[in-house]
């Protein structure tokens, strides 16, 4: 054990340090798959107590943190490659006072997404914010991130959700803000700073989130179309008919992907070359058939060719699967993943300059797309040929990249729509946010964080 951390052990000594390789390499990635773990070693405090004293440690001996919660993020936020100590929260997975009228309840920050879940519906109640990857990612990396996912367009992101929110700051200091309070109009709003900010001003240790009544039985409806224009053209009549609570796309390439892994038929009987996910308050509990007649209008007009509507809630998870597992049938590729945003009126002119673009220099690569078209968010991926190694694979992608963010750029959009800034897109930032703002954030960084010790090299240039 090296001197800092013999002393790190002798200051608090309850803390569990791990530094054996197999930790260091588990706790040291995310599910980017860029990056060589290489950490220092991982503690797993227990108490808010102890992360301060991790952090006062870490001043004192000018020691690099990253916080870690499930790692499922996809831009090396969570990434340890430098000698770094991690910050595991994963004991620190507690649900607590709950409040009825209030409709919140109190969450540390390694309480995993899926059992908050849980945990509202036991009360009778809704936690809205929903991803494939909630069975393994944490509130606090939830909220560092600022977590998108499925439900968007009804319900917002994680910064939503966040009515309260116990920090620690690079100077180790406690800071309770907000403190689940509705209304709160006493200055700067520190609580929506830390919210996205990547783990880079201090660490999520807790939350007060939001709660909410549970909607109506949802029913999916999945689309196949003849054209990716026609994505849009169909988005604009369901929204305009029906409360969406999900309008997803993918491509017949992505289909390919999940129906090779073999747990899968295929959800028609031809295919298409696009296919959008639609859920909404069930048809057949409320009566209501606006959604059946809007269906029959897109067909008509051939911006449909076929179409399956749920008729349980277990059928409804089956579609769902269609969407959900694209991300997890195309990780053996080490696929170059942009998600990217324009607002929802520039999405049919975005995709079509788009999709020439891609067309035109990624003859050689097979490039997925997919994502919450219903939010202006796509993810594009793009997948790595076996033979041609990481480096050249990635150089080749940033080439390309140059020119979609230009475009991104043209269209007022954003390089980074909910997977966040972390490692793999931090040169990239400038795409979105001026030198001004990058500046000010550095300035922002400096008061929380003073000695740079919190996520360096994270989120800013
Ligand atoms: C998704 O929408 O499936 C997730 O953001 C993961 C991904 O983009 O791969
Ligand atoms: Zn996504």
């Known amino acids: 054990m090296s001197a800092p951390l013999a002393r790190l052990h002798q200051q608090l000594p309850q803390l569990v340090l791990r530094t054996d390789d197999d930790s260091r390499q588990h706790y040291g990635l995310d599910w980017t798959r860029y990056y060589q773990p290489a950490p220092l070693a991982v503690a797993l405090p227990a108490t808010v107590a102890e992360v301060q004293g991790i952090v006062r440690w870490a001043r004192e001996h000018r020691v690099a943190l990253v916080p870690s919660g ?25 649900i607590g006072d709950f409040d009825r009228v209030a409709r919140t309840v109190q969450c540390e920050a390694g309480v995993v997404t899926a059992a908050l879940q849980q945990y509202a519906s036991g009360k009778g109640l809704y936690y809205p914010v929903d991803f494939a990857s909630s069975g393994s990612s944490q509130l606090g990396g939830n909220i560092a991130t600022n977590a998108g996912g499925i439900k968007v367009i009804r319900y917002g992101m994680t910064r939503e959700w966040v009515a309260g929110l116990s920090v620690v700051t ?17 200055g ?6 830390f919210i996205g900010s990547e783990g ?15 909607p109506p039985p949802q029913a999916v409806l999945l689309l196949a179309l ?5 994505v849009m053209r169909v988005f604009e009549v369901f929204r305009e008919g029906v409360s969406l609570s999900a309008y997803e796309f993918f491509s017949d390439q992505a289909l390919g992907h999940v129906l090779a892994r073999g747990q899968l038929a295929a959800p028609f009987e031809v295919r298409a070359p696009f296919y959008v996910l639609l859920e909404l308050d069930d048809p057949m509990h409320s009566g209501d058939d606006s959604a059946l007649k809007l269906f029959e209008r897109c067909l008509e007009q051939g911006w449909v060719l076929d179409g399956v509507l749920s008729q349980s809630a277990q059928q409804a998870q089956q579609l769902w699967a269609y969407r959900e597992s694209i991300s997890e049938s195309i990780t053996p590729y080490t696929p170059y993943k942009n998600d990217i945003a324009v607002t929802i009126s520039r999405v049919p002119a975005f995709i079509a300059s788009l999709d020439a673009l891609l067309a035109a220099n ?24 076996p033979a041609l190694a990481l480096a050249a694979f990635r150089d080749a992608c940033e080439q390309v990249n140059e020119q979609v963010f230009a475009l991104v750029r043209d269209f007022g959009g954003s390089m980074s729509a909910e997977h966040g800034v972390g490692l793999l897109k931090r040169d990239y930032l400038p795409v979105s946010r001026s030198a001004q703002e990058i500046e000010m954030m550095q300035g922002i960084k400096k008061v929380f964080d003073p000695d740079g010790i919190m996520n360096p090299g994270k989120l800013l240039p």
């Open 200 to 214: 880079t001003l201090g660490f999520v240790v807790g939350a007060c989130m939001k709660l909410t009544l549970p």
């Open 188 to 193: 700067y709003d520190f609580r929506h700073l």
């Open 70 to 94: 499930g790692r499922t993020g996809l831009s090396g936020g969570a990434v340890a490659a430098s000698g770094e100590l991690v910050v595991s929260f994963e004991r620190m997975n507690r």
């Open 362 to 385: 990624y003859p050689d690569f097979e490039v997925i797309w997919y994502g919450h078209i219903g939010d202006g968010n796509l993810h594009i991926n793009v997948l790595k040929p």
């Open 226 to 230: 003849p054209a990716l224009a026609d």
């Open 170 to 186: 690079g100077t180790g200091e406690l800071l309770e803000l907000n403190r689940g309070l509705a209304k709160n109009n006493t």
